[in-house]
């Protein structure tokens, strides 16, 4: 295989395979999250406001690992530095 | 594929270029601070108020017992940042309904710069309540070991902020724009929707994590009680 083949073959090896495990592992971190949540809120329901606030906030926390992971495969994918120094290379190879 | 508002040019002139996240915050600003205006020209202290006014009213009071809540104990010193912070990014998220419309937040360059006014926010609150001295004495709690863990902690919360918020926005409108070139009816709108729901729910997060920053910077720890000797 030449570079080029082994770049493309890598990005979206890596962009499918990141997306994959950064989606999985914070869903059930989330599910955890919920499920203590949900315990808590029917031993106190007069703290619901406090438990509620505070689970969002664990939420979105949680959440943001895997918009790191999305955002990683989107580089990968649409804006792959790596791939556009191959494809400026094989465009002055072509006009040269 | 338009990753983000910053590459759609308005207009453009030598090097200097108005780009839609450019336009499109100037659009919010002015709909947030001509509406605010606009509503506030006649305030009436008496039980009958206009529908405008008591909309406003609900979100500023809903908005400090929120702060309060947080632990900041007088809401009305910090309700002008964080007010604005959520005020900004919710309405930025809202106007998705407008055809044409791409949220501001979706640029990286808008989160960082919102993240930024937070990293410099934290450190003022914080001298303002505890004096310089006392703020810089919370980064060798409670150890002097801990000075570089808290330092980079500063700057890593300060770069989830950002990039939560770009890539929760970013990915809605991304998402939309797959899926209007497969199914173009119904499954765009159902994700137009849950677009709406993360960013206002995005919204509360990045002001009440702002909350959480500048509370955990401004309140007083008290010195732990000496053991006292068993005699």
């Known amino acids: 295989m030449d570079s080029s083949t082994l770049?493309?073959?890598?990005?979206?090896a890596t962009a499918g395979l990141?997306?994959?495990?950064?989606?999985?592992c914070p869903a059930l971190g989330?599910?955890?999250?919920?499920?203590?949540?949900?315990?808590?809120?029917?031993?106190?329901?007069?703290?619901?406001?406090t438990i509620t606030r505070t689970l969002f906030v664990g939420l979105a926390m949680i959440e943001s690992t895997a918009i790191y992971c999305f955002v990683v495969s989107m580089i990968l994918i649409f804006a792959n530095p790596f791939w556009n120094h191959v494809i400026a290379g094989a465009a002055t190879a072509a006009g040269k | 594929m338009r990753l983000s508002p910053d590459q759609m040019i308005f207009w453009q002139h030598g090097w200097i270029k108005l780009n839609g996240t450019i336009v499109f915050t100037w659009g919010l600003m002015l709909v947030l601070a001509a509406g605010a205006k606009l509503i506030t020209r006649n305030l009436s202290t008496e039980l009958s108020r206009t529908?405008?006014?008591?909309?406003?009213?609900m979100i500023v009071t809903s908005m400090e017992k929120q702060i309060e809540e947080?632990?900041?104990?007088h809401p009305e010193k910090y309700l002008g940042f964080l007010g604005t912070l959520f005020l900004f990014?919710?309405?930025?998220?809202?106007?998705?309904?407008?055809?044409?419309?791409?949220?501001?937040?979706?640029?990286?360059?808008?989160?960082?710069a919102l993240a930024l006014c937070v990293f410099v926010a934290v450190p003022l609150f914080g001298i303002a309540e505890q004096g310089l001295g006392g703020y810089l004495k919370t980064y060798v709690q409670p150890t002097v070991i801990m000075l570089p863990f808290n330092l980079i902690s500063e700057l890593s919360r300060t770069l989830a902020l950002a990039v939560r918020l770009f890539g929760n926005m970013m990915s809605g409108a991304m998402i939309i724009a797959i899926l209007l070139t497969i199914t173009p009816y119904v499954f765009p709108l159902i994700m137009t929707v849950l677009g709406l729901l993360t960013g206002m729910v995005q919204a509360?997060?990045?002001?009440?994590?702002?909350?959480?920053?500048?509370?955990?910077?401004?309140?007083?720890r008290e010195p732990k009680p000496k053991p006292v000797p068993a005699t």
């Open chain 1, 18 to 24: 990141t997306t994959g495990i950064g989606c999985m």
């Open chain 2, 51 to 57: 529908r405008w006014q008591n909309l406003l009213e």
């Open chain 2, 89 to 112: 990014v919710a309405l930025a998220a809202l106007c998705t309904v407008i055809p044409g419309y791409e949220p501001p937040t979706g640029s990286l360059s808008t989160t960082a």
């Open chain 2, 204 to 220: 509360y997060i990045f002001s009440i994590l702002a909350a959480v920053y500048i509370a955990a910077a401004t309140r007083t």
């Open chain 1, 30 to 49: 989330e599910g955890r999250a919920v499920a203590t949540a949900l315990t808590s809120l029917a031993q106190q329901p007069d703290a619901s406001a």
């Open chain 1, 7 to 12: 770049i493309a073959v890598a990005s979206i």
């Open chain 2, 70 to 73: 947080v632990g900041l104990p």
